[in-house]
């Protein structure tokens, strides 16, 4: 089991960035793809980016050159870097943990976060 928070939500204005944190619980978390999804009011949620055990990384293309996935496995902890944040970024965004060597879709995650709320206004 794993279990995941994330943390460094809140409000900014667009332009601005935020680091999001998750931290994880477990002694494997090197073993474990890690994600961020997000999900704004009254839509699906989405992909936002991954990355797999050995660091690389993946991105919808909304936020390539703007959000950057890193992992400090001595800590147990994924970040989610977004830079230059738009009002379309808002939503509530969720880290996942997968058994697999990289998921880039939902379905493919095995643990979830409370998620944490990230608000951008204009």
């Known amino acids: 089991q794993v279990q995941l928070v994330e943390s460094g939500g809140g409000l900014v204005q667009a332009g601005g960035s935020l680091r999001l944190s998750c931290a994880a619980s477990g002694r494997t978390f090197s073993n474990y793809a890690m994600g961020w999804f997000r999900q704004a009011p009254g839509k699906e949620r989405e992909f936002v980016g991954a990355?797999?055990?050995?660091?690389?990384?993946y991105y919808v293309d909304s936020v390539k050159g703007r959000f950057t996935i890193s992992r400090d496995n001595a800590k147990n902890t994924v970040y989610l870097q977004m830079n230059s944040l738009k009002p379309d970024d808002t939503a509530v965004y969720y880290c996942a943990a997968s058994v697999i060597y990289v998921a880039l879709r939902g379905y493919e995650y095995n643990f979830w976060g409370p998620g944490t709320q990230v608000t951008v206004s204009s």
């Open positions: 990355i797999s055990w050995s660091g690389s990384t």
